[in-house]
């Protein structure tokens, strides 16, 4: 692996904070998420994304409160 396939730092003028430049093999492109129809399979309603447990965690109080 030579030194030109390895991300490189690099200075931000007027900043304290570096950035990295792109990894070998990326780009800056965002991509779509690999199954765009999960997100409509998924339950939206509360009692459907409740689990047993969740009731009383609710009313759980810690001791110091």
Do not use: C, F, W
């Not at 931000?12 to 998420?33: C, D, F, I, N, W």
């Not at 997100?39 to 759980?60: C, F, M």
């Amino acid at each position: 692996m030579s030194s030109n396939d390895r991300q490189r730092i690099e200075r931000v003028r007027g900043s304290r904070r570096a950035k990295l430049t792109p990894a070998p093999g990326t780009s800056a492109e965002p991509v779509p998420g690999d199954d765009e129809d999960a997100d409509a399979a998924a339950p939206t309603a509360a009692s459907e994304l409740s689990g047993p447990n969740d009731e009383r965690l609710r009313r759980d109080v810690p001791p110091h409160y």
